[in-house]
DNA sequence: GTTCATTTGTGCGTATGTATA
DNA sequence: TTATACATACGCACAAATGAA
């Protein structure tokens, strides 16, 4: 009924990955000699090498060979009080946030939208990056009224935290407004960022954080490896 | 610097689509045609076409043709109060909710740990097809403790309402305890049904409904078509 | 109901480009 | 610089699904 010669191959290397004859970190025979030993031609090779990448099992580095990855998915959680560190540490991951770059801009549209600003406004633009166990599984950016929260990028470098920053300006508490998800393929310059195969989706979180009143404080936008995180929304008061 | 002959047609055909030169239904030259038209083989213009039906713009159906699809992307709002119509109603789209099957089996392994029953316990399984403008978005399946809840499939499709069904087992108020999302590739069967083309990925989300007091009702897993929806999570207290 | 032309799907061979060590 | 290994691209052949004759 089916062809697909390639799913011999693919099928076989699923085994070997989850009987430990491969384990991560692993290198792979080359594509032509997967090629000789199955008796089916490289392109066949590929497919099957690229279905295997695009669901992060596999990572194909031009030059250097196809390995094994670890593929440890993380939950992250969503919710009214959405916190990083509390969110990722209890899973006994290494997970460090990097400011990669800051800048005062003008706000971009979906920015100004978000927080209620006319388009002319300044806001701060905070580009981070995140790993977890030195992987990178999710970057992007984080927008504050460039008025309303002066030297903010600095501050919060300075006190690690956005909680303690927030409070510097006399903010005590604050919430996650709206956060919405979405999945597309992945531009050539973020799975290059994130160091993962082409094919790879990303999933897009935009996110809004308010006061308790409802006004909004900042928004964010960022790209997460598909491959990489599983998000989970849980409904306690807290 | 980079060859990549294929997104010289792949530029060309998004170009066409946000024109209106070329639009939703619209069927597309063959493949040797446009092969011939932008004198590359037909290879790259495979890889062109898979990438945009990847994106959801394209439905490339074997023996008939390459077609332009709509892509219109639902929001579907998960909240404390998760109900379907309010969802996604408010857009203007047409949605229905499809009955497939309806099974009592023993329940599935995380079907138990999530309803806390112990593993042979007997649950219902209600399989559901959404579709959206008669393009189907979601399917999966949601189970119900078959001693708690008897009869609960024939109620619920008589009733047209899980709220209404809840209603007649005594349940005056239930709200989603947990939700978990993540992304990987679709199966040949998923896609089949989802009518989407094998590369696009799917969104699989994990869900338990509970009483107030926590107690699970019941849980689904429902799997989405990644290029179809952007779902939302928006913390207010209705 | 069967046949047949059309169109996409899979697979092989080969050549050449490009990143890595 | 050189060798290795993956990336891109062309051409060809045949399989499988579709729809119309």
């Known amino acids: 009924m089916i062809k697909h010669t390639w799913n011999t191959i693919r099928d076989e290397l699923v085994e070997d990955i989850r009987s430990g004859r491969l384990s991560a970190g692993d290198k ?8 000789e030993r199955f008796s089916i031609g490289r392109h066949s090779v590929r497919k ?3 279905a295997l990448a695009r669901e992060g099992r596999l990572s194909i580095e031009q030059g250097r060979g196809t390995f094994v990855e670890a593929l440890p998915r993380l939950t ?8 990083l560190r509390r969110n990722l540490i209890p899973q006994g991951v290494t997970v460090e946030g990097k400011l990669v770059e800051a800048n005062r801009i003008v706000a971009p ?7 209620l600003l006319n388009p002319s406004a300044k806001v ?21 009224c460039a008025e309303r929260f002066p030297e903010f990028v600095e501050r919060r470098d300075v006190l690690g935290s956005t909680t303690e ?22 531009r050539p310059e973020e799975s290059k960022t994130l160091k993962q195969h082409p ?11 308010a006061l ?3 006004t909004p404080l900042s928004c964010s936008r960022v790209i997460w490896s598909a491959a990489r995180v599983t998000f989970t929304m849980e409904q306690t008061d807290e």
């Open 76 to 83: 992250y959680t969503i919710g009214k009080r959405t916190r």
């Open 124 to 144: 701060t633009e905070s580009q981070r990056i995140t790993l977890a166990n030195d992987l990178p599984v999710a970057f992007g950016a984080s927008y504050h």
């Open 109 to 115: 549209d979906f920015v100004a939208k978000a927080l």
């Open 48 to 50: 099957a090498l690229e």
């Open 28 to 35: 792979l025979p080359t594509e032509p000699q997967l090629a």
């Open 199 to 209: 094919d790879v989706p990303v999933l897009v979180v935009n996110a809004i954080d």
């Open 212 to 214: 308790p009143d409802g």
């Open 165 to 186: 920053t927030y409070r510097t300006y006399g903010i005590q508490d604050y919430f996650r407004l709206k956060t919405t998800v979405h999945s597309r393929p992945s």
